[in-house]
């Protein structure tokens, strides 16, 4: 609802330059990715119902308080905010999908879990763009009540998962996963993804603006891409699951992200760009699911919220990177007059990142 409104908003309506936008965004995602070790850890320790519940609180205010900034600094401070809040639920929430789940229906859950969010983003950012004709400060507010709600549904309805009789030794555990060779390298590929994946919420939602001529086409870009999600999501990991393992499908996810990316940068019309957007999307749901399926696969689950959270760290750097560069890339490219530029770069780092996880281990050596 809120978040792919954002570049858009604080670019055309503020008049911050997209190099701006594109720190505080990369504030946000690197906060957010970079302290989940410390969640992760919390959760080890004092389990994950509590910190989900602190954390979801914390984003609810950080989405109240961007209604009011006005300026840069305002901007940073709000998504701060926000980014503090996603790092005490992220690896939590993570951390208690592989506790409920296992190796035979985690994929399912993933698959399920993300055809809940793709339903979600379908709507959401149509009640962004419905909302933002009354006033930004709707759309913060309605998603900050989304969190606070959210409070409810898991102090109400999430299991109690008690945290360990005997606390583990959190930095120790933070040696364990830094010192796992095979994890820390599916960490470091994923940077690359991530630095590619982002630009959905920053470069793409302003490419959109552009070709369109308007806020619609945001909205209309987000919708498809979560309706695909909706109607792709259960029925093609179901076909592909059986014939292809967890490691092979992200591959295919992320080279499919890499041509749409690639291909951007040569579309002169909106049509050509929903093309773009669909076959980028459909990667996306091939990627989402493998990568968080091969991430649990991947982790020692004596340490598992810290390993969730030590994960993270790729889409703190890959993301926190890709919404620098991204907003650097666009505007040097409109500068320069070199429209290709940020789409090839983007898809360069995709297609170095597949072949990597071409050569990934599948899952831990003593499973």
């Not at 809120?2 to 858009?8: H, K, R, S």
């Not at 720190?23 to 509590?50: E, N, S």
């Not at 959210?150 to 040696?175: D, E, Q, T």
């Not at 909205?219 to 029925?235: D, E, H, W």
Request: glycine share 10%; hydrophobic share 55%.
């Amino acid at each position: 609802m809120l978040m792919p409104l954002v570049a858009v908003h604080f670019v055309k309506n503020v008049g911050l330059g997209v190099a701006a936008v594109g720190l505080a965004l990369a504030l946000r995602q690197v906060m957010q990715q970079g302290l989940a070790i410390g969640g992760g850890m919390l959760a080890d320790r004092y389990g994950v119902k509590t910190m989900m519940c602190i954390g979801v609180l914390l984003r609810a205010v950080g989405f109240s308080a961007l209604a009011f900034a006005g300026d840069l600094p305002l901007l940073l401070v709000a998504m701060a905010l926000s980014a503090l809040g996603g790092a005490l639920f992220e690896a939590p929430y993570q951390a208690a999908i592989a506790a409920l789940t296992d190796e035979d229906d985690r994929p399912r859950y993933y698959a399920l879990s993300n055809w809940v969010s793709g339903v979600a983003t379908t709507v959401g950012p149509l009640i962004g763009v419905a909302l933002l004709r009354f006033d930004f400060q709707w759309v913060c507010h309605a998603a900050a009540a989304c969190f606070a709600l959210n409070f409810l549904i898991v102090w109400r309805g999430l299991p109690a998962l008690p945290a360990p009789a005997k606390p583990p030794s959190m930095l120790g555990n933070v040696a364990i996963a830094v010192r796992d060779r095979p994890f820390m390298q599916l960490v470091l590929l994923l940077m690359l993804y991530w630095c590619m994946a982002v630009q959905l919420n920053l470069s793409f939602p302003l490419l959109a603006e552009r070709l369109s001529g308007g806020m619609d086409g945001v909205g209309i870009m987000f919708a498809l891409s979560a309706a695909l999600t909706v109607v792709l999501q259960v029925p093609l990991l179901r076909v592909l699951t059986p014939r292809m393992t967890p490691g092979r499908i992200l591959v295919a996810g992320v080279l499919l992200m890499s041509a749409s990316t690639a291909v951007l940068g040569f579309v002169g019309g909106f049509a050509g760009f929903l093309a773009c957007i669909a076959l980028f999307s459909i990667g996306a749901i091939l990627t989402r699911p493998t990568q968080q399926t091969l991430i649990a696969s991947l982790s020692n689950k004596a340490a598992l919220g810290t390993y969730l959270g030590v994960s993270s760290i790729s889409l703190a750097i890959g993301g926190g990177v890709g919404n620098v560069a991204g907003g650097w890339l666009v505007d040097l490219a409109a500068a320069r007059d070199w429209p290709h530029l940020p789409w090839l770069v983007f898809a360069s780092l995709g297609v170095l990142c597949a072949l990597g996880l071409w050569r990934q281990p599948q899952s831990r050596p003593d499973t």
